[in-house]
């Protein structure tokens, strides 16, 4: 009965470079929910998609970010061309709908570090 | 524009005595409330919660207490334990919106229980 799995669990780039964070949703989950947790802080919303979909992305930064969940396959967050202020904890949530009041389900998180 | 203010960075409790920890909000539309858990290097756990058509949920050594006319809402959790050591984080949301999963979370009040 796997959790929220996401991967790496840390990673390091170069300012410039492109970083590409990996979440599996639990078995049965279709929604899947991005946070970025900036030192210091809480986490802060990013984005809510659904399978193929992307459902509310009113807290991703307008440029370099990007995320999708394909039909098949995990969820992934893409930031391009990263510089040190993407230096976060980014954890990823899922759950099996999209409206009910079961608690979301986190994973670990994927620590970047943006040399 | 912080929406929900944890304004006890830490706090420090004996074991066996009564934590309490505070979270005001602002957004009137703010309807279920969350307390998650988080441990260095995972990823947050959930805890409790509280409806707003509720003024307190028990459940366990964990009771929250809400009071919307002041907008606030606290955590109290007796006997602590050493265990609970942590940061804790409210996180409310709009449940009767489509991205329930879209928490707000505060700044998180860091727990230390001394044995």
């Known amino acids: 009965n796997a959790g929220v799995m996401q991967n790496p669990r840390h990673l390091v780039r170069r300012r410039g470079q492109e970083a590409r964070l990996r979440c599996s949703p639990m078995k049965g989950h279709s929604h899947v929910y991005w946070y970025r947790q900036l030192p210091e802080e809480g986490l802060k919303f990013m984005v809510y998609l659904q399978k193929e979909n992307i459902i509310d992305e009113s807290g991703m930064p307008k440029e370099r970010f990007s995320a999708e969940f394909p039909k098949e396959g995990p969820s992934i967050l893409r930031i391009q061309q990263v510089v040190r202020g993407d230096s976060a904890a980014y954890f990823c949530?899922?759950?099996?709908?999209?409206?009910?009041?079961?608690?979301?389900?986190f994973g670990n998180g994927t620590r970047l570090t943006v040399t | 524009d912080q929406q929900v203010k944890q304004n006890s960075p830490s706090l420090s409790v004996q074991e066996g005595r009564i934590s309490i920890l505070n979270c005001d909000y602002t957004?009137?539309?703010?309807?279920?409330f969350l307390w998650y858990k988080k441990y260095p290097a995972e990823g947050p756990t959930f805890l409790i919660s509280?409806?707003?058509?509720?003024d307190k949920n028990e459940d366990g050594r964990f009771t929250v207490f809400l009071n919307k006319s002041a907008k606030h809402l606290s955590l109290h959790i007796v006997p602590s334990q050493p265990g609970d050591s942590a940061v804790y984080f409210c996180a409310p949301n709009n449940a009767g919106g489509t991205s329930y999963g879209k928490l707000t979370f505060g700044q998180g009040t860091i727990l230390t229980v001394h044995p």
């Open positions: 949530a899922s759950s099996s709908a999209a409206v009910d009041n079961s608690p979301l389900h």
């Open positions: 509280i409806s707003s058509i509720k």
């Open positions: 957004n009137s539309m703010f309807d279920y």
